[in-house]
């Protein structure tokens, strides 16, 4: 069964998997003891941080190994800040941060901290001039990922450090879908990974802090780690990380000209070979094993279970797979199409049939589900209505809201407006897209007397 959801979690490289079993013979013992058990546990952890340091391009001493990728990230956030509260309280993120990164900044704020979020553009980018523009005088941290977890665009992190660097903030990079593709480029002061991203075991995350940054380390804090990670560390499994990075590594130039090709493929012929497709994400400075497309009139959810069915793993960032019927921060940031959407990521070692196969099925899942939704097919004709037009889509979900617009659009004159009444978030920006898509004017919204949203269309054509 092919398992296209990497970005998620990479299967475990070989390499770990060798490393993990023989340190669970060698590396039992505490490391902190100077008897022979623990020096030899010692020894094992001192390599692992070598390597792992290599890898990242800092000194072995500004590495600690963390319980996950998410608690790197809020001890970074929260020692860096602490360190820099004399500066001021202010915080700065782009607006398609990993949840783990939002999540610290809604907690910054919670106890009267500034948050700035800065805005991205249709490829969910920032711009480097738009995030130097964010800071100020009272800035104590930055935050920026490599690059997006949903939809793989590559952020611009050396510009933006540089930009950083000269008003004096530090910048926290969030390397945990790039770092096992290559070293985040930039003049960088913390970064944070997770291990289980570039097939490492689950349970093991690294944070670097640049020597010179002002750093406090929050809660209670022991001998290890350089007290930025508490706890007995999982031996095991940090030299399983480790040895892993250094493999994938090793792997990686070739690797990712391999499946930068898939990908390329997929790309092209998802919208050939099926309609009203919006491929998202930067077409060219992207991870190499990422594409995430949306279609059209297409039940998330159901269409995930479907391509289940056929035997592919795949995620989504649609509202309709989501518990909050909310679409994803980041298609929300970057305003793009959410229903159907569906995020392949290709973990190493992907086999060019399956890709094949996944192309092949693709078209007749979509076609299934959008026949069961009752979804109009091709474009509306032209016909006469008599006064304004209004779609009652209250208290349905993605997507039918825009199915519903699509049905009756025919009916609209040209130059003349429609208006969809609907209280699902993803509406906001589904209804724009499906605009954008048929060559039809979004006028705008307003709040709707009978409750939600009143989205207005103006049929140009």
């Known amino acids: 069964m092919p398992y296209f959801d990497a970005a998620s979690a990479a299967p475990l490289h070989p390499v770990a998997r060798q490393a993990l079993l023989a340190s669970l013979d060698e590396g039992w013992a505490d490391p902190a003891r100077l008897y022979r058990e623990g020096r030899r546990a010692r020894l094992l952890l001192d390599a692992a941080r070598e390597a792992a340091a290599e890898a990242v391009g800092c000194r072995p001493d500004e590495l600690v190994f963390t319980p996950s990728g998410t608690r790197a990230v809020h001890a970074g956030i929260?020692?860096?800040?602490?360190?820099?509260?004399?500066?001021?309280?202010?915080?700065?993120?782009?607006?398609?941060?990993?949840?783990?990164?939002?999540?610290?900044?809604?907690?910054?704020?919670?106890?009267?901290?500034?948050v700035t979020e800065v805005p991205v553009g249709r490829t969910g980018?920032?711009?480097?001039?738009?995030?130097?523009?964010?800071?100020?005088?009272?800035?104590a941290l930055a935050c920026l990922q490599s690059a997006n977890h949903e939809v793989g665009t590559v952020q611009p992190v050396a510009e933006v450090a540089e930009a950083c660097r000269a008003a004096g903030v530090p910048l926290?990079?969030?390397?945990?879908?790039s770092l096992g593709w290559g070293p985040v480029a930039g003049d960088w002061s913390l970064l944070a990974a997770s291990a289980h991203k570039w097939g490492g075991?689950?349970?093991?995350?690294?944070?670097?802090?640049?020597?010179?940054?002002?750093?406090?380390?929050?809660?209670?804090?022991?001998?290890?780690?350089?007290?930025?990670?508490?706890?007995?560390?999982?031996?095991?499994?940090?030299?399983?990380?480790?040895?892993?990075?250094r493999a994938v590594r090793a792997e990686a130039e070739a690797e990712a000209a391999r499946l930068r090709g898939l990908v390329d493929r997929i790309r092209a012929r998802v919208p050939e070979l099926v309609a009203d497709v919006e491929v998202v994400g930067d077409p060219v400075d992207r991870l190499p094993h990422?594409?995430?497309f949306s279609c059209l009139y297409v039940d998330g959810e159901t269409l995930l279970h479907e391509l289940d069915r056929e035997g592919f793993s795949v995620s989504s960032g649609s509202s309709c797979t989501s518990s909050t019927l909310t679409p994803s921060h980041v298609l929300r940031a970057m305003g793009v199409l959410s229903e159907g959407n569906v995020r392949v990521s290709l973990p190493a070692g992907t086999a060019e049939t399956d890709v094949d196969r996944f192309l092949a099925v693709l078209p007749g899942v979509v076609a299934g589900v959008r026949e069961r939704l009752g979804?109009?097919?091709?474009?509306?004709?032209?016909a006469p209505a008599s006064g304004p037009l209004v779609v009652d889509a209250l208290g349905k979900r993605c997507p039918v809201p825009v199915i519903e617009l699509a049905k009756v659009f025919g009916e609209v004159p040209v130059g003349a407006t429609v208006t969809v009444l609907s209280d699902d978030e993803a509406a906001r920006l589904?209804?724009?897209?499906?605009?954008?898509?048929?060559?039809?004017?979004?006028?705008g919204?307003?709040?709707?007397?009978?409750?939600?949203?009143?989205?207005?269309?103006?049929?140009?054509?």
């Open 445 to 461: 919204e307003s709040p709707s007397a009978k409750g939600g949203v009143a989205y207005v269309v103006r049929r140009v054509s």
């Open 78 to 114: 929260a020692g860096a800040l602490a360190g820099r509260r004399r500066v001021g309280n202010g915080l700065v993120v782009s607006a398609v941060e990993h949840s783990s990164v939002l999540h610290a900044a809604e907690g910054h704020a919670a106890v009267g901290g500034s």
């Open 201 to 245: 075991p689950a349970g093991v995350g690294l944070l670097a802090v640049r020597k010179g940054v002002r750093f406090a380390p929050q809660g209670p804090s022991d001998e290890r780690e350089s007290g930025r990670a508490p706890g007995f560390e999982n031996l095991p499994a940090i030299v399983a990380a480790a040895a892993s990075l």
């Open 375 to 382: 979804a109009p097919a091709g474009a509306p004709a032209a």
């Open 430 to 443: 589904d209804i724009p897209a499906w605009c954008e898509m048929r060559g039809q004017e979004y006028v």
């Open 290 to 292: 990422l594409v995430t």
């Open 125 to 139: 980018a920032v711009g480097a001039g738009a995030f130097a523009s964010a800071l100020r005088p009272d800035t």
């Open 172 to 177: 926290l990079v969030d390397a945990a879908q």
